[in-house]
């Protein structure tokens, strides 16, 4: 692994991803994780740490090889726009998939389409960990409506410019969840703002992160 100076990309993991990997003690159970939407992999560094074998898939190469770089060989690395098609081989199985940065800019029958895929690859007693952005973020409305609760942004300070988002209730989310993976068990529900200075502006982000574990049947 490499030391942080050397990391290109994100750096740093999302918070509630670390603390689950350590409140939920897979840092002691190590293996085999799925990310959709990897980015540069920071979210999968910790779990290679602790010997946990990481698949990341991603829609940008450039993201994708920043990954390769950072986690430094380890891995299994795989382009591919969810919107459109799920890449993953139908015999792989997880024993956890993170989804904490990419239902957002996946329309919702797109996003369907991924728990139903996920559900697939999960192993009995398996993970699920996601997160949505929610109506009270910034975002919401700054742009042409597409979908129910999805908009086409048209702000720039974000860096989101001409992007899909789909913003969801929670209880919205937990219903899709509960429909195309099944009950989740011992399963946390958690409500997330927080400020962000961005062009000049402060952006409140507004989320709902969920995590448990699917059924044995």
Known sequence: MRSAAELRGLRYPDVYVVRMLFKEG?????????EL?????????PFADFGWDVTGVDVSAK??????????GVG???????????????DATFDLVLLPNIIYYLPRPSFIRVLQECRRRLL???????????REDWRYGRGTQEEPGGYRLDCHETGEFGLLNVF????????????????????????VTYDNPQSGIVVRNAEV????????A
Do not use: T
């Open 168 to 191: 969801y209730s929670a209880d919205e989310l937990s219903e899709l969840v509960g429909m195309h993976i099944g009950v989740l068990h011992q399963a946390q529900r958690l409500f």
């Open 124 to 134: 009995p007693g398996g993970m699920l960990f996601l997160s949505a952005r929610v």
């Open 63 to 72: 993201a994708l090889a920043d990954a390769r770089h950072n986690l430094a």
């Open 26 to 34: 897979l840092h002691r159970k190590p293996g085999r994780v799925l």
């Open 76 to 90: 299994i690395f795989i382009e591919c726009d969810l919107a459109g098609h799920f890449a993953v081989p139908k």
């Open 37 to 45: 939407g990897c980015g540069s992999g920071n979210n999968l560094m």
């Open 209 to 216: 992160i969920i995590w448990g574990k699917v059924g044995n």
